[in-house]
Structures are given as structure tokens and as C-alpha cells.
């Protein structure tokens, strides 16, 4: 099969998350003997082609990152100037990946993602749904390998059929919530060691403030107010 | 009750500008920004609101005094068209830079990962929609978009309702 796979992160290639997925996905998906082609939409020069890509292929991927419990604003953007295809055979599936490790948090998402293909005139393959993706380029390459691999088996048993199976959903798609053990590490000893290692991430990317700072408090707020009143 | 009103419809929409004027008359004070106005570029994701400067957003465009108005008002009430169901892409633009207003930090609240609150302030926001909007879903969506900012749901109302929201500003 061939697959259209549409990424609607909203970082640039070279710097996204999502782009590291597909990747490792795509491994997957070739493995099988599947063919792929990728268009970017943080590149808008490639939403035409995405478009048509849309227009002529059947079986269609589109892997996103989870902004504000839905699509980021271009995913959006972008879906609403797809036109509903009139000819049945086009499946759409979706591949969401978050910064909160629990899937719960995607389910509002899921949602809106369950409606999409019917209006777009298509089937549904699916959603899957990955959390604990925030630190995928700031942890190194060891980790970065580590948090890809799964992918590789995800793709490949998408591309069996061209949809997410409700086997490789329970199998890679966890936890829905975190235990009561990882809530108490979590916000016990665990939250000091995340600070830690955030303070060391935002230094190295040159932050020179406390990373609760509160820029506009006080006299900048206020120079503000007296402003717009 | 001071109340920000951030509407990306057209300045003309009939039924936006009636809504207005009778909210701005209810509210003690009201600041509304027409975002067809203003220059609102998407999120690019890139984290420097966490990571690189704290609180402030990389990108510059107009978005910065939407950001400081969060913290001046009450209650925010958006105004919205619709597509596919849910808000349209303009909207969802204007939601998804919000993202400064919380930390990097984390912590588990009611079984969830939530970002801690950067500011003390409890947000209320609420949704006013043009268009075939799912309200049912909107509703959630807004809830779940305030649970995640510590806000209050104002919920989600078609803007032939607007009266139904009067009684949260007055």
C-alpha cells in the first residue's frame, strides 16, 4: 500500500518531535513493503501538494502534535480547506503524541479527530494516541532511540492493514492514567528532580531567568493598564 | 466584573457587534480586541515561553498585549466562527499562544498531569460561536482547555445566546 502521511506539527522539520516519529514509523511501514510519501505543514509551500496528495491517494496518515486538548492551529488550518471527496475508499487515521505521559489527555482530541473523516467524505483508521513525548530532542540520542523504537513496530502493524489496530492501540498506547504509586513519586521526590533537570535544559538553551518567572507582574503590568484604560 | 473580549469574527458581524455592545454595557469595565485588526501569527511550538524566556512568547506580533490582558480582566469571553464543528483556525491560533501563562513545571492534580499556573490568577473563559458548532463538544473542549490553565469554564453558547453568559459578568 501506498500511504500519504501528513504531519501537522507546527515546528520546522529539522526541530520537530512529530518529524522524528513519522520517521521511525515510516521504518515500520517500509519493512512491511509499504510505500510512503511525507508532506510538512510548518512548510507552507508544501500545502498544495499536500492537498492534492490528499485528493488522489486513499489510505491517509496525519501525525500531529496535541496543542491546547485539539489539532495546533495549521493542522486546522489546513483541514478546513480540504474538500469533502465525493468517490468512497479513502480511509483517514491519526497518529496523536503529547508531553503529558497519561492517553487521557488526548481523548478530548480523539474526539474531534473521530468526526473528521466523515465530513472529509472518508473512513476512519483509527486514532493513536503517545504521551511522554516532550523530552524526545532534549533528552540525547541514547533516550531519543529508546523513546523511537516502539514506532517501528507500531508502523509496521499499521501498514498491515492500513489502520490502527485495536491490538497495537492496547499494546503501545499506555497508561490512560498514571498509577498511585507514579502520582506519589511524581509529586513527592520526583518533582524536585524535574526541576532540577529543567533548570539544566533551559540553562544550556541560554534561559537567564527562573523558569516560573512572572514577566508581566508587577510595573510592567501596570505600566500596561494605564495604557489601555 | 472586568471583562476581555477577544473576537476573530469580522468587526461587521451583526450578531458579534450586538453581542458586544450589551456586554460591554453589563460589564464594570470591558476591552475588546478585534483580531482581524491585528497581526496573529501561529504557534511555532517552539518551547521559548518554557525554556528559553520564561513567560514571554518568541514570536512577535500582536499577541503580547492579549497575553498581559489575560491577567488585567475578570472574565475572557471569545468570540469565534466555526469549521468542521469545532472553532475555526483563526481562533484556535489565538488559543494555542496562551502557552506562557503556564510553566514548564508539572504536577499531578486529580489523576492528571497539569502545567503548574505561572501567575496567581484564577482565569475564567468562555465561548461564544457563529456557526453549525458541535456546542456539545465545544463545551467540553473549553472545560478541558480551562482545567489544564487552573480556569473556570464559562462554557461554550451558539452568539444568538449571548444573553445566557450575561449572568457570569454582571
Not at chain 1, 151 to 156: H, K, M, Q, Y
Not at chain 1, 169 to 179: K, M, N
Not at chain 1, 197 to 223: H, I, N, S, W
Request: charged share 20%; proline share 4%.
Amino acid at each position: 500500500m501506498h500511504f500519504v502521511i501528513i504531519s501537522g506539527a507546527a515546528r520546522t522539520q529539522s526541530q520537530s518531535n512529530t518529524a522524528k516519529i513519522i520517521a521511525a514509523f515510516c521504518e515500520g511501514l517500509h519493512n512491511g513493503g509499504n510505500t510512503s510519501e511525507i508532506w510538512y505543514l510548518s512548510d507552507r509551500k508544501q500545502w498544495k501538494s499536500a492537498m492534492t496528495a490528499f485528493e488522489e491517494n486513499e489510505n491517509i496518515l496525519f501525525a500531529l502534535p496535541l496543542y491546547v486538548e485539539n489539532v495546533p492551529g495549521i493542522t486546522l488550518e489546513f483541514l478546513a480547506g480540504l474538500s469533502a471527496k465525493e468517490r468512497p475508499g479513502t480511509r483517514i487515521s491519526f497518529l496523536l503524541q503529547g508531553g503529558f505521559p497519561e492517553i487521557s489527555q488526548g481523548r478530548c482530541c480523539e474526539e474531534f479527530l473521530k468526526t473528521l473523516p466523515a465530513q472529509l467524505g472518508c473512513g476512519y483508521g483509527g486514532t493513536f494516541i503517545k504521551g511522554d513525548m516532550f523530552g524526545l530532542s532534549l533528552l540525547g540520542k541514547k533516550m531519543e532511540a529508546k523513546l523511537l523504537q516502539p514506532f517501528i513496530e507500531i508502523g509496521r502493524q499499521f501498514g498491515e492493514n492500513g489502520a490502527f489496530r485495536q491490538e497495537t492501540i492496547e499494546a503501545f498506547s499506555i497508561p490512560e492514567y498514571l498509577s498511585e504509586r507514579q502520582i506519589r513519586m511524581s509529586n513527592g521526590p520526583l518533582r524536585y528532580v524535574q526541576r532540577l533537570v529543567m533548570q539544566y535544559f533551559a540553562k544550556r538553551l541560554g534561559c537567564r531567568t527562573k523558569l516560573d518567572a512572572k514577566p508581566f507582574c508587577g510595573k510592567e503590568l501596570q505600566e500596561t493598564q494605564e495604557e489601555t484604560r | 466584573m472586568r471583562l476581555l473580549i477577544i473576537n476573530t469574527l469580522p468587526k461587521v458581524h451583526p450578531l458579534a457587534e450586538k453581542a458586544i455592545c450589551c456586554l460591554t454595557e453589563k460589564a464594570s469595565e470591558c476591552m475588546t480586541f478585534y483580531t482581524e485588526d491585528m497581526r496573529i501569527t501561529p504557534c511555532i511550538g517552539c518551547n521559548a515561553c518554557w525554556l528559553k524566556t520564561p513567560g514571554i512568547c518568541a514570536v512577535k506580533d500582536d499577541y503580547e498585549q492579549i497575553l498581559k490582558a489575560y491577567l488585567q480582566y475578570d472574565v475572557t469571553l471569545f468570540i469565534s466562527d466555526t469549521a468542521l464543528g469545532f472553532v475555526d483556525y483563526k481562533m484556535k491560533h489565538v488559543i494555542d499562544r496562551i502557552l506562557p501563562m503556564a510553566t514548564m513545571y508539572t504536577r499531578i492534580e486529580n489523576g492528571q498531569t497539569r502545567h503548574v499556573p505561572r501567575y496567581n490568577k484564577e482565569f475564567r473563559f468562555g465561548l461564544l460561536y457563529a456557526g453549525k458548532g458541535n456546542q456539545d463538544y465545544l463545551s467540553y473542549w473549553v472545560s478541558r482547555f480551562c482545567l489544564n490553565f487552573h480556569g473556570i469554564s464559562l462554557g461554550a453558547v451558539p452568539i444568538e445566546a449571548w444573553e445566557e453568559v450575561c449572568a457570569c459578568i454582571s
